[in-house]
């Protein structure tokens, strides 16, 4: 439950960043860029820690692997690293090693649909906190919330699209983002968050 709970508490810098950027508590300027520390500086905190505990961690579900059994090992390039990881059984092996596999072969289409989005709401933001706003904040904050939500609910449901896993894993993305709850639970997250944000975001056309 150690394990469990570092990796929880690591996950809750993620939804932090997403408050400043959306809330903007400290006004825009301030808190776009406690948020860009937080982001940039969380890798030096969730990436060693991954690299500490990545065999003593199902990669899929979270649970922790016992010591009577190693699990099912196996190897993840990730950028210019190779981490060896764990699943409990092959089963969770197989989900994790498809999901890898589906969001390598569509890593050019997630990536736009969360960075393009990103960028825009901190330009926006920034131009604001200038005084030259560019879009009104009201819509700067539908368009990331929409499109960003749409990307992670539609990459957690297509990657049982995938047959059978790439015989050699990557992760195009930060694996240790995805090591912290488990690929499912993170997944989980991403469909409960985004379909809460398409729900809303159709409210707000609908009350328009």
């Not at 808190?31 to 500086?41: C, E, H, P, T, W």
């Not at 990669?59 to 692997?65: D, F, K, V």
Request: aromatic share 12%.
């Amino acid at each position: 439950m150690r394990l469990v709970l570092q990796g929880m508490l690591l996950f809750l810098f993620i939804p932090l960043v997403l408050f400043l950027y959306l809330r903007q508590p400290l006004g825009p300027a301030v808190s776009i860029f406690v948020g860009l520390a937080i982001m940039v500086g969380h890798r030096f905190l969730a990436a060693p820690w991954m690299a500490r505990h990545a065999t003593e961690r199902c990669l899929w579900c979270g649970r922790p692997i016992g010591e009577a059994s190693e699990g099912h090992r196996f190897a993840v390039s990730a950028g210019r690293r190779t981490e060896t990881v764990a699943a409990c059984n092959r089963i969770h092996w197989d989900l994790a090693a498809r999901f890898l596999t589906f969001i390598t072969r569509c890593r050019l289409p997630i990536a736009l649909g969360i960075f393009v989005p990103l960028v825009v709401l901190l330009v926006s933001s920034l131009a604001l906190a200038a005084g030259r706003p560019l879009v009104p904040q009201q819509w700067n904050t539908w368009q990331f919330k929409t499109v960003v939500a749409a990307t992670v609910v539609l990459a957690s449901l297509a990657y049982r699209s995938v047959p059978r896993a790439a015989s050699s894993l990557r992760s195009p993305f930060p694996l240790h983002n995805l090591f912290l709850l488990g690929i499912r639970n993170t997944l989980w997250v991403f469909r409960l968050v985004g379909a809460w944000w398409l729900v809303a975001g159709v409210l707000q056309i609908w009350r328009r």
